[in-house]
């Protein structure tokens, strides 16, 4: 697929990208300027493991602000991209054999990062309001031997664009306490809200069950940046996790650190900025939604994702693995469904993104993807 995507003709709605025009360069390059002026050498220097003190605050402050409840700068780690945060959960928590309890589908990166651990997968079934806390029950009172924890992505799913809705936050929260799961919340993309307000963090619900919470920069300012941060406010898990990341890496680049604080330190400009990347991510949403809805077969089924960068269409009939392969000739390419799903069992699904693409050749895009459709039905 990547080999395609790079032909200059290839609309692709397959990789997560952000849209690389909203990049605050300008202001980034600023930014770079002010922390050579302002900290000199000690940008460039080796720094703590978990982080500089200053990001480790503004993502306590940014966080206990949303989720009204104090997050300590403490319990803050600042990892290479949070696809590092998912290799060290990994590295901690899991041995060969063990189990992980994922919702169905999943973040590709996400078992890719598990995967290395030779782990083993227990699935729950989701819905439009995505896991279902029955399911999640039901695998749990059957599981044997018994799993590490659950990993999910509660807002604006990747892949489906599914959100968890608030009731099921507070019970899915209530299962794992009872069952003694520690929970794993995936969350790159609750910023980029188009609609609707906030839900709490399952992080905001107290739990005696430990609750590693994670977020990015990648989807807000910039994925080259590979700023993210894990919260993980149990002391022993934390201190293995800062441990691993010290193996792995001593410590994330402190020079992007100090850019990112720097630039996004004015709150009021970083939220701005915030609002306009999901202003233009909600017009390109309703440009998607609405053209394949005109044009795909009756009998497909869309997710209308009110935030994120995805959405999911699935096409009863339609092996999607196979549809990519005649879509590629008529230059739209998307990631076939199966490829999020532990089990490998369902082939009708597909992941599209609608960030990284122009209206045009959103509309343009979909048209094509009609047309591949029409050809795989013959
Ligand atoms: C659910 C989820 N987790 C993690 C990541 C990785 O993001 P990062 O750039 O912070 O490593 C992504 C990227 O698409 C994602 O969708």
């Not at 022993?236 to 992007?256: C, M, N, P, W, Y």
């Not at 739209?332 to 960030?355: A, E, I, K, Q, T």
Request: aromatic letters at 8%.
């Amino acid at each position: 697929m990547l080999k395609v995507t790079q032909q200059p003709d290839v609309i692709s709605f397959g990789g997560g990208l952000p849209a690389p025009e909203l990049f605050p360069t300008t202001a980034i390059a600023e930014a770079a300027r002010a922390v050579m002026e302002t900290y000199g050498p000690a940008a460039l220097q080796y720094s703590l493991t978990e982080g500089i003190p200053e990001m480790r605050r503004w993502v306590a402050e940014r966080l206990t602000r949303r989720l009204g409840r104090i997050v300590e700068a403490d319990s803050v780690t600042i990892v290479n991209g949070s696809q590092q945060g998912l290799d060290l959960v990994g590295k901690v928590f899991l041995d060969p054999g063990d189990h992980v309890v994922l919702e169905d589908p999943s973040y590709l990166g996400a078992i890719q990062a598990f995967d290395a651990y030779q782990t083993r997968y227990l699935t729950v079934d989701t819905d439009e309001d995505g896991l279902l806390p029955d399911s999640l029950e039901r695998v749990l009172e059957r599981a044997d031997p018994f799993p590490k924890f659950l990993y999910l992505v509660p807002n604006f799913q990747n892949p489906t664009g599914r959100t968890l809705s608030g009731p099921r936050r507070e019970q899915v929260v209530r299962i794992c306490e009872e069952f003694g799961l520690p929970i794993f919340e995936d969350d790159p993309y609750n910023e980029l809200r188009f609609e609707g307000g906030d839900l709490p963090s399952l992080l905001s619900h107290p739990s005696s069950a430990p609750i590693i919470y994670s977020g990015t920069a990648s989807k807000i300012m910039a994925p080259g940046m590979r700023i993210a941060w894990l919260v993980i406010p149990d002391e022993e898990i934390r201190e293995k996790v800062v441990l691993a990341k010290q193996g792995a890496d001593l410590h994330s680049g402190t020079f992007a650190q100090y850019v990112f604080y720097q630039y996004a330190r004015d709150g009021a400009a970083f939220d701005a900025h915030v609002r306009r990347i999901a202003a233009t991510y909600a017009i390109r949403r309703d440009v998607m939604a609405t053209a394949l809805e005109e044009v795909m077969p009756e009998q497909a089924r869309c997710t209308h994702p009110k935030g994120g960068m995805f959405l999911w269409i699935t096409v009863p009939g339609v092996d999607t693995a196979e549809l990519l392969h005649i879509s590629a000739r008529s230059k739209v390419v998307f990631v076939p469904g199966v490829n999020f799903y532990p089990g490998r069992n369902v082939h009708d699904g597909m992941r599209l993104n609608f960030s990284n693409a122009s209206e045009k050749n959103i509309r343009i895009g979909v048209e094509r993807l009609a047309h591949a459709v029409r050809v795989y039905k013959g």
